[in-house]
């Protein structure tokens, strides 16, 4: 594994983006009549852990580089970063919606306002309901550099013993508000924040020097593997779970956060040198990794897509070539909406005079 000094100067984490790409694929997949066993909806989940790592990573090397954070400079990033394709893809939605008459009878044209406001993950699914990740993310963008950065302004080391409190803290509020919200929707959105905040909680301790020593025994490829097959795994537990009501909660939300931890488990055998850090790193990976965001979004119009030109098709039949239609549109997504957005963002953060870190693809 790198030394510490190492992996503070590292500017990008390649294999990350293989991850998200990785989890792209899967969502779509798994939309689109793909195998049940690749479970592909806890793409998402990996998603919210490399969003709260990344982030908050890029936050502390701020912190350290420049004695502080810029929230205005953060909050002009996430935006142009976010935003522009949002949008434009929920336009193309209701676009869509209004030519098939479905405008006011289905979402997000019934539940418009939730989508421009991002209460997504209170929404009811319908041509844009994977947006409700988004609504889980903008909240996270919102709070959390104000919680672990600006009301914390003491020295290094006491500020690690708060910002690991603080985190583990809300962790145990995110579990802990679940039981009070599936009695009235069963998706148990407080769920989600447990795994964005175990991707922060990472970022904070592989931060420090006695943290990251600790995280060390966990750069091996056999971590990969391991998490694969716990991957594989999922659907036997969720059923379990389901078949003895062990929790009393649905299986799905109750394997998130055994999950989230798995992810953080993986996160630095990808990022120290080795096989899966190789192979993740190849550029077509890396290249489906900088789309992932727009490859996300796109996945509803990619299925409409193949369901006009293959109305037979079932299966892998449907689910292969919606990931390629949804990978086309996401490339043009990203070349034509994505990086002229997130240039725009950059130079108006220069034109202010913030400072501001080399920023890795956002996770969504």
């Not at 019934?110 to 889980?136: D, K, M, R, V």
């Not at 549109?329 to 725009?344: D, N, Q, T």
């Amino acid at each position: 594994m790198r030394s510490h000094a190492e992996y503070l100067a590292l500017k990008r984490f390649p294999a990350l983006d293989g991850l998200r790409a990785v989890s792209a694929l899967l969502v779509v997949l798994f939309h689109n009549e793909g195998p049940d066993i690749l479970q592909g909806w806890l793409g998402v989940q990996v998603f919210f852990v490399l969003s709260g790592f990344l982030i908050t990573t890029l936050l502390l090397r701020e912190r350290d580089r420049t004695g502080r954070v810029s929230l205005r400079a953060f909050y002009i990033r996430r935006a142009f970063r976010i935003l522009p394709v949002y949008f434009l893809i929920l336009g193309l939605t209701l676009a869509g919606l209004l030519v098939a008459g479905q405008f006011l009878s289905q979402p997000p044209g019934t539940e418009l306002p939730q989508y421009l406001l991002f209460f997504t993950e209170f929404g009811h699914g319908g041509a844009y309901g994977q947006a409700w990740s988004l609504g889980i993310e903008q909240k996270f963008y919102l709070l959390w550099p104000v919680l672990a950065f600006c009301a914390i302004g003491v020295g290094r080391n006491a500020a690690f013993g708060l910002r690991l409190g603080l985190t583990l803290l809300l962790m145990a509020l995110s579990l802990a508000a679940v039981p009070f919200t599936v009695s009235s929707d069963p998706r148990g959105w407080p769920v989600h924040y447990f795994s964005i905040l175990m991707g922060c909680l990472l970022a904070v301790v592989m931060h420090n020097p006695r943290g990251y020593a600790l995280l060390r025994p966990l750069a091996r490829p056999w971590v990969a593997v391991a998490f694969v097959a716990a991957h594989l795994c999922v659907s036997f537990i969720v059923d379990f779970l389901d078949h003895h009501k062990v929790l009393g909660v649905p299986g799905f939300v109750a394997v998130v956060p055994l999950y989230a931890l798995a992810v953080a488990v993986l996160l630095p055998a990808l990022i120290a040198p080795g096989v899966p850090q190789w192979l993740l790193s190849r550029r077509p990976m890396v290249f489906l990794g900088e789309r992932s965001y727009s490859i996300y979004l796109v996945q509803s119009i990619a299925s409409g897509v193949v369901i006009v030109l293959l109305p037979w098709a079932t299966g892998m039949a449907k689910a292969v070539p919606a990931v390629l239609v949804a990978v086309l549109v996401a490339h043009f997504c990203y070349r034509w909406v994505e990086l002229p957005m997130i240039k725009r963002g950059q130079r108006i953060v220069r034109r202010a005079g913030r400072a501001f870190p080399e920023e890795a693809p956002a996770v969504s």
